[in-house]
Nanobody, 121 residues
C-alpha cells in the first residue's frame, strides 16, 4: 500500500519561512511527478508547485520567486521551501504524487493527508 506522509506545517509570522516535506512509502516501481497543492477555507484546491521526474518545475504565479520545490529521488521525498510567507498563503497544503506500481502500465495518483500552514499578519 502506497502512502504519502507530510510534515513541516505550522504557524509562522508574515515574512517568515517554512519547509514542508512529503515522503512516499510502500511498494512501487517509481515515483514520477510530485507536487504540492493547497486549499484555503472556502476556496478550491489549487496547484502550488510541481516537479517532474526529469527535474522540470513549475509554480503558481502567486508563489513564484518565494517558494521552491525540490526532490530527493533516492528517498522518494519532495520538499517545499516557503519563504517570504504572506497571510494569503494560509491553507492546508497537500502532497500529490503520480506513482508507477510496476515498470509497465500507467501511473496512479496519490494524496497526502494535508498539513496546515498558518501565516499571521
Amino acid at each position: 500500500q502506497v502512502q504519502l506522509v507530510e510534515s513541516g506545517g505550522g504557524l509562522v509570522q508574515a515574512g517568515g519561512s517554512l519547509r514542508l516535506s512529503c515522503t512516499a512509502s510502500g511498494s512501487f516501481f517509481r515515483v514520477n511527478v510530485m507536487a504540492w497543492y493547497r486549499q484555503a477555507p472556502g476556496k478550491q484546491r489549487e496547484l502550488v508547485a510541481v516537479s517532474t521526474r526529469r527535474g522540470s518545475t513549475n509554480y503558481a504565479d502567486s508563489v513564484n520567486g518565494r517558494f521552491t520545490i525540490s526532490r530527493d529521488y533516492a528517498k522518494n521525498t519532495v520538499y517545499l521551501q516557503m519563504n517570504s510567507l504572506k497571510p494569503e498563503d494560509t491553507a492546508v497544503y497537500y502532497c500529490n504524487a503520480e506513482i508507477a506500481p510496476t515498470s509497465w502500465g500507467h501511473d496512479y495518483d496519490y494524496w497526502g493527508q494535508g498539513t496546515q500552514v498558518t501565516v499571521s499578519s
